[in-house]
């Protein structure tokens, strides 16, 4: 069982930056993937960055490429993304996820997920 709590959200103008953290609780957090996937009003969950149980493995989705790093830290239980050069586009609700994942943005694969964050970039 994992359990995981995002933080690290509010409010932004664009062109800034923000740092989302994921705390997990449970054994299998450190040999699990864990992903970042959000959702804007009216529009689908969509997958935003992945990382492997080691951090050897990272996959980002190409709206976020260059502006965007996730990374973990196993002995804090916890995964981050920075986000950096933030746009208006940027705003949804940030969940992250674990699982055993082979595809990173299929939500299928992910078995635990947080409650979500917000996050609002203003123009």
């Known amino acids: 069982q994992v359990r995981l709590v995002e933080s690290g959200g509010g409010l932004v103008q664009a062109g800034g930056s923000l740092r989302l953290s994921c705390a997990a609780s449970g054994r299998a957090f450190s040999s699990s993937a864990m992903g970042w996937f959000r959702q804007a009003p009216g529009k689908e969950r969509e997958f935003v960055a992945g990382i492997n149980w080691s951090g050897s493995n990272k996959s980002y989705a190409d709206f976020v490429k260059g502006r965007f790093t996730i990374s973990r830290d196993t002995s804090k239980n916890t995964v981050y993304l920075q986000m950096n050069s933030l746009k208006p586009e940027d705003t949804a609700v940030y969940y992250c996820?674990?699982?055993?994942?082979?595809?990173?943005?299929?939500?299928?694969?992910?078995?635990?997920w947080g409650q979500g964050i917000q996050v609002n970039v203003s123009s």
């Open positions: 996820a674990a699982g055993p994942v082979v595809n990173w943005d299929d939500e299928r694969e992910y078995d635990y």
